[in-house]
């Protein structure tokens, strides 16, 4: 299995034992390679959900730029209930997996078409 495989079914294994999500593995990979090089690096690959401006970011270049969704208090929300599905008390939040749910969470999978 290469890299990108091993990291994938790490992110399938978080979303079913700590976030009680069965994964679309379709989807999920597609994510992954989505997120590009970010998902290799140990501090880009996984979101500071305690930092605001990490936090702004997710929105702003995942959710409005890549979704294509309107700014709006609702996007926030979105986020901080994946965070919260994650965990709080979890320290590795994975992007490809908070992503992963939001994209679910917005109903824009057809953006991975």
């Known amino acids: 299995m290469s890299k990108r495989d091993d990291l994938i079914a790490q992110y399938a294994d978080d979303l079913k034992n700590k976030c009680g999500i069965s994964a679309d593995m379709d989807l999920l ?3 992954t390679i989505g997120c590009g090089p970010a998902v290799y690096n140990a501090d880009s690959s996984t979101v500071a959900a305690t930092q605001e401006h990490e936090l702004e970011t997710v929105k702003n270049n995942f959710l409005i730029k890549k979704l294509g969704l309107s700014d709006g208090p609702e996007l926030m929300e979105a986020i ?4 919260e599905t994650y965990g709080k008390s979890e320290r590795n939040k994975y992007r490809a997996v908070v992503y992963y749910m939001l994209t679910k969470h917005f109903g824009k999978e057809s953006i991975y078409g």
Not at 80 to 83: G, S, Y
Request: aromatic share 0%; charged share 30%.
């Open 29 to 31: 990979t597609k994510v």
């Open 80 to 83: 901080n209930k994946a965070i």
